[in-house]
Nanobody
């Protein structure tokens, strides 16, 4: 069973920093793109940042310059370093990966981790 497990969410004041981590486990053969998405109450899930297996990154305009995505291909992990956090960054953050595994091929989602930024 392939799964993604996130960690690192929590409550932080505006201007603060948080680091989210996500680890993929299971009979994984290859992971293509990995990324982070978020969903605020009453809003649709939106892309935050993605990273290819080669390290190419893509960011939502709203987080450029404040968030940094990185990955460790050997450990099947992806990390989102968030700085200069704003109240509008409050959301449930989901890890996503395009995985090729023994019994799974396609998009896999984590369970989500809450990030709350107080003003």
């Amino acid at each position: 069973q392939v799964q993604l497990v996130e960690s690192g969410g929590g409550l932080v004041q505006a201007g603060g920093s948080l680091r989210l981590s996500c680890a993929a486990s299971g009979s994984i053969r290859r992971i293509n793109d990995m990324g982070w998405y978020r969903q605020a109450p009453g809003k649709q899930r939106e892309l935050v940042a993605t990273i290819t297996s080669g390290g190419n990154t893509n960011y939502a305009d709203s987080v450029k310059g404040r968030f940094t995505i990185s990955r460790d291909n050997a450990k099947n992990t992806v990390t989102l370093q968030m700085s200069s956090l704003k109240p509008e960054d409050t959301a449930v953050y989901y890890c996503n990966a395009d995985i090729v595994a023994a019994n799974v091929r396609g998009q896999v989602w984590g369970q989500g981790t809450q990030v709350t930024v107080s003003s």
